[in-house]
């Protein structure tokens, strides 16, 4: 081979390497040649930059839904009623007397409004048949009746509440007393011939006269007609609560008799009171509400009453209310003589032991008993209990 072809040998070789480099370049990014002998530079891609996860918003967690807050109902002040004792509240305490008058004949019984009654006053009429009067305060009662007519001694003790009275008509006495004093001086008068089936009705069970009813809803829309408005009412009694069982007499009894009725009184020392019998009814329950007629106080009281002579030739009795006589108090199983004291129409009747002090009754029902004589009334007290044992620990004592 000659020095020529080996010349252009090489320099095909020369031109084959720089041709090879030049691609090579081309694929690594690029290419300098400095001098005779090139250098490669690599140009680095920048990295690429870490995506951050995307910022998720806090999912606000749901607050439970609160329970309603339930406010307290405010306890109720309760005070003492002023005829009973009972604690009551002060609405109850401030509501209006309300005075019924009550048919006793044989006709009549059994009686309604009873078991509602605070006061319950018992007492001679004409022809020898007693009469109701039924005070009512704490309670609005249901049924009342039967309702009779009017005498003037019972508007007397009606008057010491200023109570809304309620009655069929009465004696001309009564009529002119309640015509003179029946606007709040003495009573609030609410006579049935007045105010008629508006607020009276009579009952298809029973005959006239002895039919004539009323009840304590429509009794107290009449005192708001006849502005018998409510308030403070002054006791006139004083009131203790019930004493032990293990104190409380067994047995005793007290009967009274009138011409046309004999009423009886069985002390029961398990509920503290008096079960009421009358006649040959015997039991007496309220016709309304079907519970025993059992009063926790039983006062007599011996009156003196006389015919008035009025010409009228009915027989109408006239009663020294004005004053003072005997008494008897029972309570507590345990009767104790007294006496009554009533100093004007409108002062209340109060009661005193033998030394001139004002009883203490037992809270709840009080029923008067006026007698003209005390030959018509026998009170025998039960005996009194045995001393207890001690009880042993843990057990509860055994009445006696």
């Avoid at 309760?78 to 401030?94: D, F, H, I, K, Y």
């Avoid at 009779?148 to 010491?160: D, G």
């Avoid at 039919?211 to 009694?237: C, F, M, S």
Wanted: no cysteine.
């Amino acid at each position: 081979m000659t020095r020529a072809s080996l010349a252009g040998m090489a320099a095909l070789a020369v031109a084959f390497i720089v041709m090879a480099a030049v691609g090579v370049g081309f694929v690594l990014g690029g290419l300098s040649l400095t001098g005779a002998a090139p250098t490669a530079t690599l140009t680095a891609s920048p990295p690429p930059t870490a995506t951050s996860p995307p910022t998720l918003e806090p999912t606000a967690t749901p607050s439970p839904t609160p329970e309603p807050t339930l406010t307290p109902e405010p306890t109720p002040i309760l005070v003492p009623a002023p005829l009973t004792g009972r604690p009551v509240t002060e609405e109850e305490a401030q509501r209006h007397v309300i005075a019924v008058m009550v048919d006793d004949h044989p006709a009549a019984r059994p009686q309604s409004g009873f078991s509602s009654a605070s006061v319950v006053w018992q007492a001679p009429a004409e022809g020898g048949v007693p009469r109701y009067m039924l005070l009512f305060q704490e309670e609005i009662p249901g049924n009342v009746g039967p309702i009779r007519s009017a005498r003037s001694y019972y508007v007397s003790w009606a008057a010491e509440w200023r109570a809304l009275y309620a009655h069929v008509g009465g004696s001309p006495q009564a009529l002119a007393t309640l015509q003179a004093k029946g606007s709040g001086q003495y009573v609030y008068n609410a006579d049935q011939y007045r105010w008629g089936t508006r607020y009276f009705w009579r009952s298809g069970e029973r005959y006239a006269p002895h039919n004539v009813y009323t009840d304590g809803k429509h009794l107290r829309r009449l005192a708001d007609q006849l502005n018998a408005d409510d308030g403070p009412i002054e006791p006139a009694w004083r009131f203790a609560a019930d004493l032990p069982l293990l104190t409380r007499p067994r047995g005793g009894r007290i009967t009274l008799t009138y011409n046309y009725n004999t009423v009886r009184y069985d002390y029961d020392r398990w509920t503290n009171t008096y079960l009421r019998r009358v006649s040959a009814e015997g039991k007496q329950h309220d016709a309304d509400t079907g519970e025993r007629v059992a009063p926790k106080n039983v006062v007599i009281m011996v009156v003196h009453f006389s015919p008035l002579n009025d010409g009228s030739h009915k027989g109408r009795l006239g009663a020294d209310i004005i004053g003072s006589g005997t008494a008897w108090i029972a309570t507590n199983g345990k009767t104790i003589k007294g006496t009554w004291k009533k100093t004007s129409t409108k002062a209340p009747t109060r009661f005193y032991d033998r030394n001139g002090e004002p009883v203490t009754l037992t809270i709840g029902q009080t029923f008067i008993e006026v007698m003209p004589s005390a030959t018509a009334v026998s009170i025998k007290d039960g005996k009194r209990p045995l001393a207890s044992p001690m009880p042993i620990p843990g057990t509860i004592p055994r009445p006696i």
